[in-house]
């Protein structure tokens, strides 16, 4: 038993990635449309965007490419871990106003 204590206590000491390690991109939903409509990331690492409603009703952010779905309420704001993406562009579509809401990520 003792044993097992001190092999958890070192586990608890290591270092954990952390979610600020990820690079953070804005996204804002204004006017049932993405803004920007374009995101340039880096290539080959993990990112995370922060997607901020401003709209009075809810939108979906989806993305078939980044096998990603996420509904958020007016005002809210949520967030999107993708990736790492290769080299390429990924659209996304808000699925309640889909012809105005369009963008993609370009990962470079």
Do not use: W
């Amino acid at each position: 038993m003792n044993k097992l204590f001190h092999i958890l206590s070192v586990l608890c000491l290591l270092p954990l990635p952390a979610m600020a390690d990820y690079p953070e991109f804005a996204l804002v939903i204004r006017d049932h449309r993405f803004e920007p409509a374009e995101i340039r990331v880096p290539a080959g690492q993990k990112i995370r965007l922060v997607v901020h409603n401003q709209d009075g009703s809810p939108e979906e952010f989806e993305s078939y490419e980044l096998k990603r779905e996420k509904i958020i309420p007016p005002g809210a704001k949520a967030q999107i871990f993708v990736g790492p993406l290769s080299p390429g562009r990924y659209p996304f579509f808000g699925d309640f106003h889909e012809k105005t809401a369009r963008g993609a990520i370009i990962a470079e």
